[in-house]
C-alpha cells in the first residue's frame, strides 16, 4: 500500500504526466542519438583531434588559444576534421581553398543548429533567411549598398571619426594605455544609424548606449550557446540564467530598433518628407524596407521589417568595429607599416581635412594593410552551413546531403599552403602581382559566393576613411603589459580590450 503522505506524487494525473514526459524524454534522445550516428557516419573518412566523451571539442572551445589550437589541428588534419559541440553537434570544419570553394560556390542554407539561436533576436532577415524569401530581401536591399548611395557616407565617416578622434586627443594626454574597442564601437553604431538608419543628430543616446551593450552580452552569451550542449534545447535554456539574460539583452536590443522604425515611420507620414524621398534617384536601407511593395503592391510585414533592421544594425557595426580596431593593433605592432600608410596619408590628403570619393581609390597600401590584418584578424572567424545536396571534394572525399559544415575563416588565413609564414604580417601579399593566380576562395573576410556580405564596399570604404584619419591624427604604439587576447565571440575581440598607447600628431581639423 502507499503511504498516505506519498499518494499525491502517484495520483493518476501525476503518474500519467509523469508517464507522458518520459515518453517524449525518451524519443527526444532516440532522435539525436541517430542524429549523431548520421552526422558522424557521414563524416566517417576524416579524422579529427580527440573528443571528451559528453562535452565533445567544447572543453577546448571554451579555452582562450582556441583559435591557435584549430590552426595546429588544421596542420595535423589536412582540408578538414571533424568538430564536435558536445556528442550531438557535429560539424566538418574546413579551412582550405578548395573545399571552402566546392560548398561556398553554392547558395546551401546556414546551419539551423547554430543560426536558429539568433532568431530570438535577429529573427529571420537576411543573415538568417534562405531560399525564395532570402532572394527576395536580398534582391530588394541590394540597392542600398548602390555606388551612388555610398558616396555621401565619406563625409559621414570623417565627421563621426573626428568626433571619435577629438575625444581622443583628451585621452592622449593622459599618457597612458587605453582600451580602444569601446570608443570604436560608439562610433561604428553612430556611423551605421546616420548612414543607413536615417538618424539626424549626432552622437549617441543612452538607448543607443544600451543597444551596444546589449549586444555585447548577446554576442557572447550566442558564441556559449553554439559551445555548450546543454544549452542547445530552446526550452531548457530559457529556463536558465544565461537564457533568461539573453532575452533581457533581447529586450533591450529591440527597444532600440523599435524606436528607430517608429521615428522613421513617423517622419514617412510628413507628406513633404515622402515627395523628397520618392525624387531622391537613390534610396538608403530604410527607406527601402519601408517604401518596399511586392508584386501584389503588399508592403513588408512588421516582422519582416524588424528583423532586417536587427540583422543589420548588429552586422553593420559589430564586425567593422572588430576590423577597425585589430587593424590599429596591427599598425602599433607594425611601426614601419604604420608609417608607410601614414605617408600614403598625408599626400592624399595635402592639406585637406577630409577625404572625398576618389581619393579611396588611391589608398593603396593603407588598403593592402587593412586586407593583411583581415587575414589575420578576421571580423567575423567562422561561419555555418548546412548542405542541401551532395558535395564532393578535390580529394574524393565526399558529404552526403543534411551534413554540417563550419567554414574556420581563421585557420584558413593562416594555411601555409596558401600563405607562406602565415604568422608574419605582409602587406604586399596582396598587391596586385602577389594576388594573381591566388585561390579565389583563399582570402574570405567576407564569405564568398551567393550567401556573402552585402555591406562588404560599406564595410571597405568606411575601413579606409576610419583608419587614414586615425593614422593621420595619432601615432598608435602597444602596450606590452596587455597583449590583447584573441576570443571568437561572434566576431573576433579580445578578452581583456585592446589597449593602445597614442601620440597626438597635432592634425585635428583646421590644424
Ligand atoms: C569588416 C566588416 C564586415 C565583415 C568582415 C563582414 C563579414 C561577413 C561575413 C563573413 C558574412 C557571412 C556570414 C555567414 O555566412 O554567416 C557576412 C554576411 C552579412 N553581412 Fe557582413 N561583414 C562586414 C560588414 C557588414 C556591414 C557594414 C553590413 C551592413 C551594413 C553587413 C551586413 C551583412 C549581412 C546582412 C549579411 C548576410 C548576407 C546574406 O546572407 O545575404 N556586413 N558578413
Same mark, same amino acid.
Given at each position: ?362 589608398? $593603396?597600401? %593603407?588598403?593592402?594593410?587593412?586586407? @593583411? ?6 571580423? !567575423? &572567424?567562422?561561419?555555418?552551413? *548546412? /548542405? ?78 576610419? $583608419?587614414? %584619419?586615425?593614422?593621420?591624427?595619432? @601615432? ?6 596587455? !597583449? &590583447?587576447?584573441?576570443?571568437? *565571440? /561572434? ?21
Amino acid at each position: 500500500m502507499v503511504p498516505s503522505f506519498l499518494s499525491p506524487i502517484f495520483s493518476p494525473l501525476s503518474l500519467w504526466v509523469s508517464g507522458v514526459i518520459l515518453v517524449i524524454g525518451f524519443l527526444k534522445l532516440l532522435r539525436l542519438l541517430l542524429r549523431r550516428q548520421k552526422l558522424a557516419r557521414a563524416m566517417e573518412s576524416f579524422s579529427g583531434p580527440p573528443t571528451h566523451w559528453l562535452f565533445g571539442h567544447a572543453l577546448q572551445a571554451k579555452q582562450t588559444d582556441f583559435l591557435e589550437r584549430v590552426v595546429s589541428w588544421a596542420h595535423q588534419f589536412p582540408y578538414a576534421h571533424q568538430l564536435w559541440f558536445g556528442q550531438f553537434l557535429g560539424f566538418l570544419n574546413i579551412y582550405e581553398p578548395d573545399y571552402a570553394k566546392a560548398v561556398y560556390s553554392r547558395g546551401d542554407p546556414k546551419a539551423p543548429d547554430v543560426y536558429d539561436f539568433f532568431l530570438q533576436w535577429i529573427g529571420k532577415g537576411l543573415l538568417v533567411l534562405h531560399g525564395p524569401k532570402w532572394f527576395q530581401h536580398r534582391k530588394l536591399l541590394t540597392p542600398g549598398f548602390h555606388y551612388d548611395v555610398l558616396k555621401p557616407y565619406v563625409a559621414v565617416f570623417a565627421e563621426c571619426t573626428h568626433a571619435m578622434l577629438d575625444k581622443w586627443e583628451k585621452k592622449a594626454l593622459e599618457d597612458k594605455s587605453f582600451d580602444i574597442f569601446c570608443d570604436v564601437g560608439h562610433m561604428a553604431l553612430d556611423t551605421l544609424m546616420r548612414c543607413t538608419f536615417g538618424k539626424g543628430e549626432k552622437g549617441l543616446c543612452q538607448r543607443d548606449n544600451n543597444y551596444y551593450l546589449a549586444v555585447s552580452d548577446l554576442t557572447l552569451l550566442m558564441q556559449q550557446r553554439i559551445e555548450s550542449f546543454q544549452y542547445h534545447n530552446d526550452f531548457i535554456y530559457w529556463l536558465t540564467p544565461h537564457g533568461r539574460r539573453f532575452l533581457r539583452a533581447c529586450k533591450m536590443a529591440h527597444d532600440h530598433t523599435d524606436q528607430v522604425i517608429r521615428k522613421r515611420k513617423e517622419v514617412l507620414k510628413d507628406e513633404k518628407e515622402q515627395e523628397k524621398i520618392q525624387k531622391r534617384k537613390h534610396l538608403d536601407f530604410l527607406d527601402i524596407l519601408l517604401e518596399a511593395r511586392d508584386e501584389n503592391g503588399l508592403r513588408l510585414s512588421d516582422t519582416d521589417i524588424r528583423a532586417e533592421v536587427d540583422t543589420f544594425m548588429f552586422e553593420g557595426h559589430d564586425t567593422t568595429t572588430s576590423g577597425i580596431s585589430w587593424f590599429l593593433y596591427c599598425m602599433a605592432l607594425y611601426p614601419e607599416h604604420q608609417q608607410r600608410c601614414r605617408e600614403e596619408v598625408r599626400e592624399i590628403l595635402g592639406d585637406k581635412d577630409s577625404f572625398q570619393w576618389d581619393d579611396l581609390g588611391k589608398m $593603396t597600401y %593603407l588598403t593592402m594593410c587593412i586586407k @593583411e590584418s583581415f587575414r589575420l584578424y578576421p571580423p !567575423v &572567424p567562422q561561419v555555418y552551413r *548546412q /548542405l542541401s545536396k551532395p558535395v564532393n571534394f578535390v580529394d574524393g572525399r565526399s558529404l552526403p546531403a543534411g551534413s554540417l559544415i563550419s567554414l574556420h575563416i581563421y585557420a584558413l588565413h593562416r594555411n601555409s599552403a596558401v600563405w607562406p609564414d602565415p604568422e608574419v604580417f605582409d602587406p604586399l601579399r596582396f598587391s596586385p602581382e602577389n594576388m594573381s593566380g591566388r585561390h579565389p576562395f583563399a582570402f574570405m573576410p567576407f564569405s564568398a559566393g551567393p550567401r556573402n556580405c552585402i555591406g562588404q564596399q560599406f564595410a571597405m570604404n568606411e575601413m579606409k576613411v576610419v $583608419t587614414a %584619419l586615425c593614422l593621420h591624427r595619432f @601615432e598608435f604604439s602597444l602596450d606590452p603589459s596587455r !597583449v &590583447p587576447i584573441k576570443m571568437p *565571440q /561572434l566576431i573576433l575581440r579580445s578578452k581583456n580590450g585592446i589597449h593602445l598607447h597614442l601620440k597626438s600628431l597635432g592634425r585635428g581639423p583646421g590644424k
